[in-house]
């Protein structure tokens, strides 16, 4: 029920319904500020942070854009509160945060840096 709702308003690629909708309750467990595990297995984890200005947005429509044409699963979350963007320390914005990693602050990244540093496969590639 919930996937169907979600669909649409939302891409899934095909196969990956059940994680998103897995994605999305736990989203909204947060939200509710309950105590959320996170076994979402994916090997790729991303974060855009920035408070909703046009260049975070560009930066996040890049990052899933990506994400959608090499069919990558990651663990995606945009980070616009302000209040959450604050706690991560940053003083540049946007930024970008692939498996724990600060790939870059201030800018927005060409596309070929985007989709080295995400396909590589300990998303560690370039910095």
Known sequence: MIRERLAK???F???????YEEAFL??????????????????LTVKVIGPGCP???RLRDDVLQILSEADLPA???YVSDLQEVAEY???????LIIN??????????????????LKA?????GS
């Not at 690629?13 to 994680?19: Q, R, Y």
């Not at 990693?101 to 989709?115: C, E, F, H, I, N």
């Open 75 to 77: 663990d995606f979350e």
């Open 26 to 43: 736990r989203e909204y467990q947060k939200h509710l500020g309950l105590p959320v595990t996170d076994n979402s297995g994916a090997e």
């Open 55 to 57: 260049r975070c947005e």
């Open 9 to 11: 308003r939302n891409y």
């Open 100 to 117: 724990g990693r600060v790939k870059t602050a201030g800018r927005v990244p060409s596309r070929s840096d985007l989709q080295n540093w």
């Open 121 to 125: 496969k300990d998303g560690q590639g």
């Open 89 to 95: 320390g940053l003083f540049a914005l946007p930024a």
């Open 13 to 19: 690629a095909p196969g990956s319904e059940p994680l």
